[in-house]
Structures are given as C-alpha cells and as structure tokens.
C-alpha cells in the first residue's frame, strides 16, 4: 500500500542495494576506461589489514577483488597484528609518497597497541577514500565537498535515488559512531534535512523514531528496532551487519527487526543486500573521485545518478 513521506508517496517496497551497488560499479568502471583511455591513468587503490580476524579479511579480499573488476589496480597490504606502529607508519608514508596509489584504506578495527587516530591522520587527505582523515570530517561538515565516509554515502545515494529532494525530511539517526552516525547527520544536514541523533543514552527512542520521515540505523544491535519505533511510510536505512550463530551456520540480520516493520515501511533497506554492498561501490566511487583530484581532472558528480537511470549512459 503507497504511503506519504512528506509530500513524496513511496511504496513500501525492497530497495536493492546490491543491484544498485552493480549498476554503480557498472558506470564507475566506464569512467575508470575513460581515464585509461584518455589519459593513461589506472587509478590505484591500496588496502592495508592489520591482523587475521575473518570478518576483515572477507571485506578487504572484496574490496580488492571489486576494484579490479571495475579497472583499477589494487594493492593489498596484510600485516602481522604484531606490527609495530612505527612501521604501520611507515608503510602509510610509503604509500602517500607512490604516485599509483591514488586510494588509501586502512581497514578498521586496528589492535589495541595501535592507536587509530595516528593511523588516520597520517593518511594523505586527497587519498584518504574512507573520508577519516580531520581534515576530510571537517571539510564535509562545512560544505560537503570533503571525501565522503563510504558507508554514509551510500545511504544517502540510496535515499535520494528512493526520495528525490530530501528537503525538510526529518531524518532520525540511530548511532553516533565516528564512522556512521556522526557523518550521516551532516550529510543530512547537507541536503536540507531536520536532523535528530538519537543514541544510546536518548530517553524514549521509540517515540523519537516515530517522528522520523527518514530512519538510518546503525547500532549493532541485532533487531533492535521494532514496528512500534516507525511512523508508517517512513523510509528505513539499516546499516547494521549482526552475525548470528543459528543451527550450525551464520546468518546476517540488521539492527531492524525486519519482518515486523516491513508491511509498515514506505522502503527499507534488506540485510544482507542493502547497505553493505553499496559501501563498497562507494569506496570504488571514492577512489575514482581521488584519482580524478590528484589529476586536476573535473569530476563528474552525478555519476552515480545518472548510473541508475534507466539507459544508463556515460559520458566523459
Ligand atoms: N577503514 C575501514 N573502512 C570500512 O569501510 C570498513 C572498515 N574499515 N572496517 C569494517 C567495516 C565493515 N564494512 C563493510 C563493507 C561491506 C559489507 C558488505 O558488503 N556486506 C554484505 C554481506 C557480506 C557478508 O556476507 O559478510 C551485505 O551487507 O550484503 C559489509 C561491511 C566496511 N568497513
């Protein structure tokens, strides 16, 4: 059944991320053709794990393996969780100095001995594709012209592709993360929405999630938001990745209780299939950008939007 948010009628339906996520990969890999063609330039994406932990590796193996698919080049860095920080520094310098590498991602969490915010602001900021970097954080609160942090980018591609104008939404973020939250609300901010951050600590979320028109959720904790938290029609961004142990095997679930909301919902994003591929088409979105940058090249802005229209057609 179609549902008002605002004056926009949604239709409680999937948003498929991950067809999404393809499309996107699609048009960036044009472009990254454009760039070899034209200029001579593959644009270079350099990954560095500290450690083994599983989880980590299946990311950063997914996030080489889809840069080539689109065209670049990637380098992967594995070290051992014993590293030292100087010589995590080390290899950060060496990459900020390598003209190939025109993307850096250093893959978080990183051990206890290491601290994480060294780490981040040692990253050049025109390479630094997650958008951590100060000097990045700062330039997207201001104006949004910053590199963006992947995960909050792809929820706001996902919205203005649902949604069109996100003007005079209001926009509830559940988690104030460094990494999610606090980025999402500027984002949001930035395109004109009313924005609530709601967290741990808020009294009565439940009722503060019923105002909003707009639900990013990210919290990691499973099936947390249940359907008495959601104005019908809202639009529902659900950005956590909870694995649960269930008869032998590992299933993925969001932070949403899905089932319950769904029927309720004017859109919402599925886990898996939502948020998280679209995380790693916008660090792919990101890397071109950069390259793009270091090359005092114009770049061309809409084009994820224009990936997703119907005949969707590149040009240079
Ligand atoms: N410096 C840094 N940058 C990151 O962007 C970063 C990070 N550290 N540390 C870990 C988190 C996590 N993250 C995900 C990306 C894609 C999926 C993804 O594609 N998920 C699939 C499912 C994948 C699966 O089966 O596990 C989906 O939701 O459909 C998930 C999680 C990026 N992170």
């Known amino acids: 059944m179609p549902h008002?948010?605002?004056?926009?009628?949604?239709?409680?339906?999937?948003?498929?991320?991950k067809a999404m996520a393809a499309k996107l990969r699609e048009a960036i890999g044009e472009q990254v053709a454009?760039?070899?063609?034209?200029?001579?330039?593959?644009?270079g994406l350099a990954v560095v794990l500290v450690g083994e932990d599983p989880a980590s590796q299946v990311y950063v193996r997914n996030k080489a393996r889809q840069a080539g698919?689109?065209?670049?080049?990637?380098?992967?860095?594995?070290?051992?969780?014993?590293?030292?920080?100087?010589?995590?520094?080390?290899?950060?310098?060496?990459?900020?100095?390598?003209?190939?590498?025109?993307?850096?991602?250093v893959q978080l969490?990183?051990?206890?001995?290491?601290?994480?915010?060294?780490?981040?602001?040692?990253?050049?900021?025109?390479?630094?594709?997650?958008?951590?970097?100060?000097?990045?954080?700062?330039?997207?609160?201001?104006?949004?012209?910053?590199?963006t942090p992947c995960t909050?980018?792809?929820?706001?591609?996902?919205?203005?592709?649902?949604?069109?104008?996100?003007?005079g939404q209001h926009a509830v973020v559940l988690g104030r993360s460094n990494i999610v939250g606090k980025p999402m609300a500027n984002l949001l901010l930035q395109a004109n929405c009313t924005v609530t951050v709601a967290h741990s600590r808020t009294h009565d979320l439940p009722a503060i999630c019923r105002q909003a028109d707009i639900l990013v959720v990210a919290v990691g904790r499973p099936g947390m938001v249940k359907r008495d938290w959601i104005k019908p029609g809202a639009v529902l961004?659900?950005?956590?990745?909870?694995?649960?142990?269930?008869?032998?095997?590992?299933?993925?679930?969001?932070?949403?209780?899905?089932?319950?909301?769904?029927?309720?919902?004017?859109?919402?994003?599925?886990?898996?299939?939502?948020?998280?591929?679209?995380?790693?088409?916008c660090l792919l979105l990101n890397t071109l950008q950069a390259s793009y940058q270091q090359l005092n090249l114009p770049f061309p802005d809409d084009l994820a939007e224009r990936a997703w229209q119907p005949q969707a057609a590149t040009t240079p």
Not at 85 to 97: C, G, K, M, R, T
Not at 128 to 142: E, L, S, Y
């Open 4 to 17: 008002l948010v605002g004056d926009k009628r949604v239709d409680g339906k999937l948003i498929d991320g």
């Open 237 to 281: 961004i659900d950005v956590g990745i909870n694995r649960i142990e269930e008869d032998d095997r590992t299933r993925l679930t969001g932070d949403i209780d899905f089932q319950s909301v769904q029927d309720l919902a004017g859109a919402i994003t599925p886990v898996p299939g939502g948020v998280g591929p679209m995380t790693i088409a």
């Open 152 to 167: 909050p980018l792809g929820c706001k591609l996902l919205l203005e592709h649902q949604l069109g104008d996100l003007s």
């Open 69 to 105: 698919e689109v065209g670049m080049q990637s380098f992967e860095h594995r070290l051992d969780a014993s590293v030292s920080e100087q010589a995590l520094l080390a290899l950060i310098d060496q990459l900020n100095q390598d003209p190939a590498v025109n993307g850096i991602l």
């Open 109 to 147: 969490p990183l051990p206890d001995h290491i601290a994480e915010t060294r780490i981040i602001q040692a990253i050049a900021p025109a390479k630094d594709v997650d958008g951590f970097h100060p000097i990045n954080v700062g330039q997207v609160a201001i104006d949004g012209q910053g590199m």
């Open 34 to 43: 454009h760039l070899h063609t034209h200029h001579q330039v593959t644009p």
